[in-house]
Every structure is written in structure tokens, then in C-alpha cells.
């Protein structure tokens, strides 16, 4: 057991943090081991038991249990098919203005991020439905990276988000009311990334032309009404589902 | 030689499986939620038990498929710079930071986990919740998770090797 400052301990951390970070070695086990290190070097042994007792709570966590059953309905949403035929749906709904490709890209943000907590995975279903349809049209490569990327991280601020209930965990604050208080800009910012998406195709269309009359023609406007209605239903129940949760707990808590 | 290799690949095998066994557990706690919200706003009679039972499960979902997780390298890592180093140059790199790293974490989990645990077996200890249920089955997950934890670690490290020398898997 080493006498160590605090200032000490924390930059010690840090540099370990980041090697271990730059190893490619899995976050929780660097982050972990890295508390160990220090605790024991300069707490000793006592602080390894207090890991392995705040482990057993942190487990049993029950605002944590939100995380898993929130990744399991992104991956149904995802394996169902369903945010591809969404997709479908919304290219051909927006076909006929500039740019529809990416409207539809910025709405099915929207519906991903109301519907699932995570980033990661809508950003990677989107990307490889929508950048290739982008790329045929010869959309700027720009607009449709930023439009993909920038649409995923609207899944962290639109309820239910995963980072939103760490945090309601952290700052003991009612997960419902975090989810009351993200709800409204991040519906904004959705907003405004159709409009701006909206404008800039409207003064470039070079950049993000319509879809052709071809293509369009491929699907009548009955086929079109059945793909919207198939496709919208499950995932508008699942976001009313949640708004209800959050409309229950802001006004009971 | 030969049987380090079927030894190494009948235990790959067996954290595949185990894997594959508590991934059921996700749709148990799907259903104790959806029980839950069922019994608690539709019929207005929530039971006592579902959710600290779904508490308990989310424990032996995440000690139990860390090593699965580990086994197809699905944990969360930083890859910037390790996705462009050679097969051979990450075989390396993971060897040194096995050792700090996840090794550390499974002795953590492995020693005091036990002692934790036992000590939990040796009173019996119960949650002092209104449902009041035992819950040393719960804290022998740490343990038990953390030990298949250093089995994959274990066989990674011996594959990360052959992988560093010969430049393929065992």
C-alpha cells in the first residue's frame, strides 16, 4: 500500500485508462481493472471487496433492467425487417421531392430513435439500407453520411434512451421525467434536420435529386398505402406505449 | 499438440453453449415485464414478487454471458488503432493487456466472489424485502460467471499465443 494524493490517483488512472483504451482491450475490463489497480495500490485490499458488493447491487439494479429489454426490441425491430420495409415505404412516399432519399432517412431517425434506445445499431441498419440507394442516385457524399449519422444520434435524446436511464440512475432523478424533458428537443432537432435536409435539396438538387419516374412507377399508390400502414402500426404502438409511460410517471411521481 | 487443440476447441464449444442456454433468460425477463405491467395497470394488483425477480435475472443474464461475449470479442473496445495493427501485431497486443486487464477482473470476481458468496450460503441470506426471497443463488453468479470468464480468457490467451508464433489459431 502506497500513500497516494489525489491528484496522484487520477492521473495515475487516466494514463492507465488510455493505454489501456489504445490496446483495443474491452472497455468494462479496463475501466475495471483500472479501479482495481489503483484501489489496491492505494487503498488496499479493503476496496476490492467494496467492488464485488457495488457489483452485486449495480446487478440487481432494477432501473438497469430497462438496457437489455430496450437492445433486445432494437434487434426485433431490425431482424423483423420491419425498419426496412419503413424504409421502403418512406423513399417512395418522398420520392417525388429533391433529396426524398434522405428525408425518408431523416423520418425513420425519428421513428428508430422513438422506438429503440441505442445508437449503434440503427446508425449501421440505416447506413446499409439507405447509403447504397444515396450512392446510385449520386447524392453528395457529404449530405448522405451526415444525414445517417447525424439522424442515429437522435436515438440517445428521443425516448426511450438508454443514456438517459444511466443517468436517471446516476443522478437519482425519475427516469420518466428525463424522458418528459429529452422528448421535446429532440423531436426539434429531428425537425430541423428535415428542414435543413429540405432546403438544401430544394437550392442543389444536383446534390440530392428525386427519384425517377421509373422508379416511382414500380409501386402504385394502393401498394404504397398498404407498405405505409404494414409497416407504420407496430412501431407507432410501441411509441405510444412509451409516451403513456411517461405521461404516467410525470404525473405520479 | 492434438489435444491441447480438441481440448482448447471442446471448451470454446461449451462457452458457445452456455452462451447459447442463458440467452433464454432475455425473453424470461421480457415476459416478468410485461407480467408486471399487465398485473400493475390493467388488473391494479401487482404481485410482490416479479419485480425483484426481474432484478435477479438481469444479474445472471450479464455475469453469465460475459464470457460468451468475450469468446466472439463482442465486448465493447476502443478500435481505432487496434483495427489497423496485422493478425500477428493484435495477437500481441491482447496477450499484454489480458493479463492487467481481464485476468485482473476474473481473479477480482473469482476470489472475493467466492467469499462472497459463501459467506451468503453460510447465512442463508435473504433480501429482508416484503417477498423476502433467499438470495445466495444470486451472488454465486458472480463467482460462477467470473470463472467462465477465465476459462475463454484462458484459451484465448494460449490461441492469442500460437496466433503471435505460428500466425494461425490452434
Not at chain 1, 494524493?5 to 488512472?13: D, I, R, T
Not at chain 1, 426524398?100 to 440503427?122: C, E, K, N, Y
Request: charged share 10%.
Amino acid at each position: 500500500m502506497i500513500d497516494l494524493s489525489p491528484e496522484m490517483a487520477v492521473f495515475l488512472m487516466f494514463s492507465l485508462m488510455l493505454i489501456g483504451l489504445i490496446s483495443g482491450h474491452p472497455l468494462a475490463f479496463v475501466l475495471g481493472g483500472v479501479g482495481a489497480i489503483i484501489g489496491f495500490v492505494g487503498w488496499g485490499p479493503g476496496a476490492l471487496y467494496m467492488i464485488v458488493a457495488r457489483t452485486y447491487s449495480t446487478l440487481t439494479n432494477q432501473i438497469l433492467i430497462a438496457i437489455p429489454l430496450f437492445v433486445l426490441m432494437a434487434v426485433f425491430l431490425d431482424k423483423s425487417g420491419i425498419a426496412e420495409g419503413l424504409f421502403t415505404s418512406m423513399m417512395y412516399l418522398f420520392g417525388k421531392l429533391n433529396g426524398g432519399v434522405a428525408l425518408a432517412v431523416t423520418i425513420l431517425s425519428v421513428v428508430f430513435a422513438a422506438t429503440t434506445g441505442v445508437i449503434g445499431a440503427s446508425v449501421v441498419s440505416m447506413a446499409l439500407m439507405s447509403v447504397p440507394v444515396m450512392m446510385k442516385y449520386n447524392y453528395d457524399r457529404k449530405l448522405a453520411a451526415g444525414v445517417v449519422t447525424a439522424g442515429g444520434t437522435l436515438g440517445i435524446l428521443i425516448p426511450p434512451s438508454i443514456m438517459l436511464i444511466l443517468m436517471a440512475d446516476q443522478s437519482g432523478q425519475s427516469v420518466g421525467r428525463l424522458f418528459a424533458g429529452a422528448l421535446f428537443p429532440g423531436v426539434v432537432l429531428g425537425g430541423l434536420y428535415f428542414i435543413y435536409v429540405l432546403i438544401t435539396a430544394y437550392r442543389n438538387p444536383e446534390k440530392a435529386p428525386a427519384l425517377t419516374e421509373e422508379e416511382l412507377s414500380q409501386v402504385s399508390a394502393f401498394q404504397l398505402m398498404r407498405m405505409l400502414l404494414l409497416n407504420f402500426i407496430p412501431p407507432i404502438i410501441l411509441i405510444l406505449g412509451v409516451l403513456g409511460t411517461i405521461w404516467r410517471r410525470g404525473h405520479s411521481d | 499438440m492434438a489435444f491441447l487443440k480438441n481440448l482448447l476447441h471442446y471448451t470454446e464449444a461449451f462457452i458457445e453453449w452456455t452462451g447459447r442456454i442463458v440467452c433464454w433468460l432475455i425473453f424470461l425477463l421480457m415476459l416478468l415485464a410485461v407480467f408486471e405491467v399487465i398485473t400493475r395497470r390493467v388488473l391494479g394488483s401487482p404481485t410482490v414478487w416479479t419485480f425483484e425477480l426481474s432484478g435477479f435475472l438481469l444479474a445472471g443474464i450479464t455475469m453469465l454471458s460475459l464470457a460468451y461475449t468475450q469468446l466472439h470479442y463482442g465486448h465493447v473496445n476502443i478500435d481505432f488503432i487496434y483495427d489497423r495493427l496485422s493478425e500477428r501485431a493484435r495477437a500481441i497486443v491482447n496477450i499484454f493487456s489480458f493479463f492487467p486487464f481481464l485476468f485482473l477482473y476474473c481473479y477480482i470476481f473469482l476470489s472475493l466472489g467466492t467469499k462472497y458468496a459463501a459467506k451468503s450460503w453460510a447465512m442463508q441470506e435473504t433480501a429482508g424485502t416484503a417477498w423476502n426471497p433467499i438470495i445466495y443463488p444470486v451472488k454465486t453468479v458472480i463467482p460462477v460467471g467470473a470463472a467462465l470468464l477465465l476459462i475463454i480468457g484462458l484459451v484465448q490467451l494460449i490461441q492469442n499465443v500460437a496466433i503471435a508464433i505460428k500466425g494461425k489459431e490452434l
